[in-house]
């Protein structure tokens, strides 16, 4: 077991962990994100942090990194031009959609429509069509596939798409035209369909596919250029990128198969939030990753993160899995306003970002922000990280008297209002995953990380009713942890379309038992042990005529000893936990999917020295802070000095190097044995 470095990349900083597998030491680091060229962060990162450490960089073993850069692609519309082959008579197939407008019934009055990935010129047709039951109903016409690929190499594109009718059920086709177009584009990824994703519904399978392709050369030369300055620097550590799922991929595979990673920054903050939720021993988790511009809300349950089969990317959703991450526009440097028209306080979209960021930070902001308002009230003292970083408290001051002034109220309150508003926003992102999911919020405990989560999880879980609010150890890098502690994993998929009374058990099993066999060869290929890989099977199942499914996980134990009913039966359960209701209508098996994984590091938190209750030891100062209408008498503390077990009574706050929890008054916090802090109603 050697060293495994956790890189997040953010959009203001990069955050790295490194783990010293034998020993469970990790050293922590943090340093400016270079959104131009986001290798430079890291390096400068590993570099700094090899040093602190003592090591060498070719000492890492395991480089493991979630990253933004295939989800900025999308969000930025930087993706390659791409070429899409379909069946003839479907060119059209990514200009008429799924006809559905956002917004309300007028919605299609006022709504631009967004430009498809693959545009209609570069879309070209052939001849050839297989039926849904995976036969050939017309064969393909070779020298129209070789006319339409060359049309395709004339207009330029730098990514083809093959995407044929039908061809979940059987991919020859597919292979035939991907083979084709590899000899007459012989430098141009291709991306084919019933390799990307083998499931029915042809638009999904084409929107899928296509920015799959879009986003391949980005990403593709990214992770090279990457792979090449970690080997200069002497590292040859495995390369792995963190999935929407919350899984490892390979490098090589992501090159591949860039559509899996669209969500991976927000991701290691969920796996990072389990970890820490199994050495605390808290199974039900709200997590909340507040940054500088967005503030991300998952939901936990039994230590299992809910995962969805879409991945949503501003207005593009792909059918890949990700983990269920709901983001909102509301952060550190979100902007505080009042709009002329209605006069009311209004709080972000709008960020200052990490340029020029906030008032207090002296670095040019100056539009008053969340950062503002909690130097205003006090909750984030001056001289922060060891007196390195000096906030400019006046300039704040005068920042948010703009807001008092325009509201007619006084200073302090227009701060509290701002912070109050904030804390409502990720509030509604928190009931959308708890409440409109069928979750009871005061059945979980809320965790806050990111640079400002600890500030406001306390009055979140106020909000909530969700206790205890937890500040983990080393908040602020919680999503490298994340990265470094998660396991490899890969799925696959097969559409099954039958009834569930026309299905065999037999059948099923054995169609799982070759997807089971496909899974692991991929894991074998990215250099998992044998010993350490399991699988784990999902159904999709529905009622006849309905236009959604149910995920399911089963085991071939399970199915063979319940049989189809089984199954049914869990269904309908869900069924009714989502909905409330269920039908008399017969059921009906949609898909099928396998996913492979590799072993999990059982990494174990290293136990803090056991205190005596009282956390005198750890105090740095008297402060007062604005809380509850008037000025309080507070107590700063220093988090790398209080013991297991200390009891911290509110309104107090705690600094450390990467964040600040902010304990409320009425509230007292416990430190527990690996030095998470929890907030409990006094």
């Known amino acids: 077991m050697g060293y495994r470095l956790g890189v997040d990349v953010g959009g203001t900083f990069t955050d790295l962990l490194l783990f010293d597998a034998a020993s469970g030491n990790f050293w922590r680091h943090k340093t400016p994100s270079t959104p131009a060229d986001s290798s430079e962060g890291i390096l400068t990162g590993v570099t700094a942090i090899c040093a602190e450490a003592g090591i060498d960089a070719g000492e890492i073993e395991y480089f493991l990194h979630g990253t933004t850069v295939a989800t900025n692609a999308v969000l930025e519309g930087k993706g390659a031009k791409v070429g899409l082959v379909t069946t003839e008579g479907y060119r059209d ?128 030369r990214y992770v090279s250029n990457l792979r090449n300055r970690l080997a200069d620097e002497g590292m040859n550590g495995r390369l792995s990128l963190l999935r929407s799922d919350g899984g490892l991929m390979s490098s090589e595979k992501a090159e591949e198969h860039p559509v899996n990673i669209l969500m991976s920054g927000p991701a290691g903050g969920v796996t990072g939030a389990i970890w820490v939720g199994q050495n605390a021993g808290i199974r039900n988790i709200l997590t909340l990753d507040v940054g500088g511009t967005s503030t991300d809300v998952a939901l936990i349950e039994d230590l299992e993160a809910r995962r969805q089969r879409n991945t949503e990317v501003g207005h593009l959703s792909v059918r890949a899995s990700a983990l269920d991450v709901k983001t909102v526009g509301a952060g550190g440097g979100s902007i505080a306003y009042v709009p002329e028209l209605t006069g009311a306080l209004r709080v972000g979209p709008q960020s200052a970002g990490a340029v020029p960021g906030p008032v207090a930070y002296g670095k040019g902001g100056e539009l008053p922000t969340v950062t503002d308002a909690n130097v205003v009230l006090g909750y984030l003292p001056e001289n922060l990280l060891g007196g390195a970083f000096k906030l400019d408290r006046d300039g704040a001051k005068a920042a948010v008297q703009t807001i008092a002034d325009a509201l007619g109220i006084g200073l302090m309150d227009a701060a509290r209002g701002i912070i109050d508003i904030v804390n409502e926003n990720m509030f509604g992102a928190l009931r959308m995953i708890s409440v409109q999911q069928g979750y009871d919020p005061r059945d979980f405990a809320v965790m806050g990380f990111g640079g400002a989560g600890p500030l406001h999880v306390n009055a979140v879980a106020r909000l909530m009713g969700s206790w205890p609010a937890i500040s983990p150890v080393s908040p602020g890098v919680l999503c490298a942890l994340g990265d470094a502690t998660t396991r490899m994993r890969t799925e696959t998929a097969r559409s ?64 063979s000893g319940d049989g189809i009913e089984g199954i049914l039966a869990r269904f309908d359960e869900e069924h009714e936990r989502l909905f409330t209701f269920n039908m008399e209508t017969p059921h009906e098996i949609v898909n099928l999917r396998a996913v492979g994984l590799g072993s999990g590091l059982d990494l174990p938190a290293a136990q803090l020295e056991q205190g005596d209750g009282d956390p005198a030891a750890a105090k740095i100062r008297d402060h007062t802070l604005w809380m509850n209408g008037r000025e309080q008498d507070a107590v700063i503390y220093d988090r790398a000095k209080l013991r297991a077990g200390d009891i911290v009574p509110g309104p107090a706050i705690v600094c450390e190097m990467d964040s600040t929890t902010l304990i409320e008054s009425d509230c007292v916090a416990t430190v527990d044995s690996v030095g998470n802090i929890l907030i409990n109603l006094a």
């Open 496 to 559: 099954w379309s039958r009834l569930a009374s026309a299905t065999q058990v037999d059948d099923l099993i054995a169609m799982l038992d070759e997807m089971a066999e496909q899974v692991r060869g991929e894991l074998l290929a990215d250099g998992v042990p044998e010993g350490e890989i399991t699988t784990t099977f999902e159904i999709d199942v529905r009622y006849a005529g309905q236009a959604f499914e149910v995920p399911l996980s089963v085991t071939p134990d399970l199915l």
């Open 93 to 220: 197939i990514l200009q008429i959609a799924r006809s559905f407008v956002p917004g309300g019934l007028a919605g299609w009055i006022v709504w631009p429509k967004p430009e498809p990935l693959a545009a209609l010129e570069n879309t070209v047709t052939v001849k050839g069509r297989m039926n849904a039951a995976g036969e050939e109903v017309r064969p393909l016409v070779e020298s129209d596939v070789r006319a339409a690929l060359t049309r395709l190499r004339d207009n330029g594109v730098e990514a083809v798409t093959v995407c044929l009718i039908n061809a979940y059920a059987d991919g020859a086709h597919e292979k035939r035209v991907g083979e084709l177009a590899a000899e007459i584009l012989p430098d141009v990824p291709i991306s084919v369909s019933h390799e990307v994703l083998p499931e029915m519904q042809e638009y999904e399978r084409a929107l899928t596919t296509v920015a799959n392709a879009s986003v391949r050369p980005v990403v593709s």
